[in-house]
């Protein structure tokens, strides 16, 4: 089966950092780009970031680039997302996306991200 | 960035119903475009893909259509387990952007 688990995510107080990590089975992970997309509370879907297969080929949507970084490992089959500096805006479910040929059909079930003080 | 205006935002229906959502881009996209189902506390569905390819396993009820800048999502004969949101979302370019969701609910 094809999956995708987040975790890592929690409460934290604005300017603070959290690492949220994507386990991906049933497929070869290698072979794909992934993303991060974010939901914020009752609100809709916002793609946060991609990295290529490689590691290479990552873009950033504005509000996030210089504060969060995207990375893997493909000997891990897992994803990354380093977010420094974060924002109460930030808040919001945040899930992993593989990216078929820049179409993003799985999702993961999210990690719930909170900032506040 | 590409600005996607999906309409409308919300929409009651009766179990039977055609139902029609619309998708705008501020350019054209090229049919390079998803459509998303979300339930209440669930990940978002992949329902179609380059405007109106099926991803295998959805119902047929389900249809896409359009190109340029304007595109449709329909449901033929609305049923109970379609309440959900959808979104329309374009991979022309990235960012990749969505609509603001239409929320379907049963009359």
């Known amino acids: 089966e094809v999956q995708l688990v987040e975790s890592g995510g929690g409460l934290v107080q604005p300017g603070g950092a959290l690492r949220l990590s994507c386990a991906a089975s049933?497929?070869?992970?290698?072979?794909?780009?992934m993303n991060w997309v974010r939901q914020a509370p009752g609100k809709g879907l916002a793609w946060i970031a991609r990295i290529g297969t490689s590691g290479d080929g990552i873009d950033y949507v504005d509000s996030v680039k210089g504060r969060f970084t995207i990375s893997r490992d493909n000997t891990k089959k897992s994803l990354y997302l380093q977010m420094n500096s974060l924002r109460v805006e930030d808040t919001g479910i945040y899930y992993c996306?593989?990216?078929?040929?820049?179409?993003?059909?799985?999702w993961g079930q999210g990690t719930t991200v909170t900032v506040s003080s | 960035d590409i600005q996607m205006t999906q309409s409308p935002s919300s929409l009651s229906a009766s179990v039977g119903d055609r139902v029609t959502i619309t998708c705008q881009a501020s350019?054209?996209?090229?049919?390079?475009l998803n459509w998303y189902q979300q339930k209440p506390g669930r990940a978002p569905k992949l329902l179609m893909y380059d405007a109106s390819t099926l991803e295998t396993g959805v119902p047929s009820r389900f249809s896409g259509s359009g190109s340029g800048r304007d595109y449709t999502f329909t449901i033929s004969s609305l049923q109970p387990e379609d309440i959900a949101t959808y979104y329309c979302?374009?991979?022309?370019?990235?960012?990749?952007?969505f609509g603001q969701g239409t929320k379907l609910e049963i009359k």
């Open positions: 979302q374009q991979y022309d370019n990235l960012p990749y952007t």
């Open positions: 350019q054209d996209i090229r049919k390079y």
């Open positions: 996306v593989r990216d078929d040929r820049a179409v993003m059909d799985v």
């Open positions: 049933g497929f070869a992970f290698r072979g794909y780009e």
